[in-house]
């Protein structure tokens, strides 16, 4: 069973920084993507930026030049710097993975970023 496990969230003033890390563990064969998702209250969750087994990377407009997605595929390991943070990125941030294109995602428990000064 697949597990993903994040960190790194936190409270930041507007203007910081903060880096997202996502371990998977119990993947059996290889990963399609992986990626973070976020939500706020009242809001629908969101792609955030995603990125593909042979590295190509996707990011939501918003948070384009602010934010980059790395990924460790030796540790199974996807990383979220996340720059120039605005109040608007707050949010609780879900990591997961995929391991088909169009195959069910697995879910880390999120993990909650705080932008407020």
């Known amino acids: 069973q697949v597990q993903l496990v994040e960190s790194g969230g936190g409270l930041v003033q507007p203007g910081g920084s903060l880096r997202l890390s996502c371990a998977a563990s119990g993947i059996s064969g290889s990963i399609y993507s992986m990626g973070w998702y976020r939500q706020a209250p009242g809001k629908q969750r969101e792609l955030v930026a995603s990125i593909l087994n042979g590295g190509s990377t996707n990011y939501k407009d918003s948070v384009k030049g602010r934010f980059t997605i790395s990924r460790d595929n030796a540790e199974i390991t996807v990383y979220l710097q996340m720059n120039s943070l605005k109040i608007e990125d707050t949010a609780v941030y879900y990591c997961?993975?995929?391991?088909?294109?169009?195959?069910?995602?697995?879910w880390g428990q999120g993990t909650q970023v705080t932008v407020s000064s």
């Open positions: 997961y993975s995929r391991q088909r294109i169009f195959g069910p995602p697995s």
